[in-house]
């Protein structure tokens, strides 16, 4: 749903909470500034995701990586998974016998993953009986592990390419989803599924190199960190870059792209402290060169709010068909829970910028 201008003088809506999209905005490179409604964003970085419905100034979360028992019976390393010892060589993976977890007591058959010669880098257990395959070009879901009768009655799907990974640490696992990071993007896989989804599907534009980093989990606040770069967290992608802050926003435009004037900016601030503040941004039009930052204070004031308006700077006076804000810096108190813009409509064959 993109943002639109009525008709004459309106007061509208740029940023800000939707039914369906919670603030902060999530990430989408995929659909044009103008067609992105108010609870996302082209291009952005350094949000505060422990500050629920704002923007916020902040760094990555972090993550841990998955634990998994290992036991060591003589020069082999076997894993503890579903009451069993398993170890995988090559291609090859091995089930050991229900609770013998001090002694390697074979339970065949044999499981071969032999469709490539790429070995076996990770297994991964998911869900209440599943357990992932880990392979360069791509991964296996085992099915049914918790059969008493053993590995013949396991049930193995075909090779699933997408969930592939280059090395073991790029595959995570949260509330029965495993995730695979590579340079095609970070894929899930859900128990009773039947096929890989794309969660990075909105942010294809971005880097490739991106997706290529060591996945760790936030479990208690359900996100799979990717690297340094990336947070996964309810389906939406949002982006960081060391301590820096970036925040741009949709384009607005008339819904038959009739000439605007933006008269002024309205920023809906709340206050965690009673400091002051500043906040910067810069405008820019037509999807031109973005005009020189300014900066204005945000005074403190009771009731936890504080309502900012600023002019728009405009020194021709002319009138644009697409117009686009971005926030370039915060202080770190302040948190923005609302942006919303004066706008004026005129004809559509009056003369534009």
């Known amino acids: 749903m993109a943002t639109f201008a009525d008709e004459g003088q309106t007061l509208v809506l740029l940023a800000g909470a939707t039914d369906e999209l919670a603030f902060p905005p999530r990430l989408n490179t995929e659909l044009p500034p103008s067609e992105l409604n108010t609870a996302e964003t082209p291009e952005a970085y350094g949000f505060d995701l422990g500050a629920d419905g704002v923007i916020a100034k902040g760094t990555i979360p972090s993550g841990t990586a998955r634990v998994q028992r ?36 074979y339970d065949g058959p044999q499981m071969q993953f032999s469709e490539d010669s790429n070995a076996i880098l990770a297994i991964v257990p998911f869900g209440e009986d599943n357990m992932l395959v880990v392979k360069s070009t791509g991964s296996y879901v085992i099915q049914n592990c918790f059969d008493v009768r053993g590995p013949g009655y396991f049930n193995i799907g075909p090779m699933v390419q997408e969930l592939r990974a280059a090395a073991a640490n790029q595959v995570a696992e949260l509330d029965g989803a495993v995730y695979a990071s590579n340079s095609g993007g970070v894929f899930s896989y859900e ?42 967290e309810g389906g939406n992608v ?14 607005i435009r008339h819904k038959d792209y009739n000439a605007i004037s933006v008269l002024s900016l309205i ?28 900066t204005v204070m945000i005074p403190y004031q009771s009731g936890a709010y504080t309502i900012l308006r600023s002019a728009v700077p405009d020194p021709d006076g002319s009138m644009c068909r697409r117009f686009q804000l971005r926030i370039t810096n915060i202080t770190g108190s302040k948190q923005i829970e609302r942006i919303m813009a004066l706008i004026e409509t005129h004809d559509f064959d009056e003369e534009t910028r």
């Open 191 to 232: 128990a009773g599924q039947d096929k890989a989804q794309e969660v990075t599907r909105l942010v294809r534009g971005l880097s490739s190199s991106i997706y290529t980093a060591a996945l760790t989990t936030d479990f208690l606040k359900k996100r799979i960190i990717v690297g340094s770069s990336l947070v996964i």
């Open 267 to 294: 920023f809906m601030v709340r206050h965690p402290d009673s400091t002051v503040g500043t906040l910067s941004y810069q405008t820019r039009t037509e999807g031109g060169n973005w005009s020189a930052a300014t």
């Open 70 to 105: 290992t036991v060591t019976i003589g020069s082999n390393t076997y894993y503890w998974h579903y009451r069993r010892l398993w170890r995988f060589s090559g291609t090859m993976l091995e089930v050991g016998a229900m609770d013998y977890d001090d002694v390697w007591q």
């Open 238 to 251: 949002y982006q960081y870059s060391g301590s820096s802050f970036r925040y741009t926003l949709p384009e």
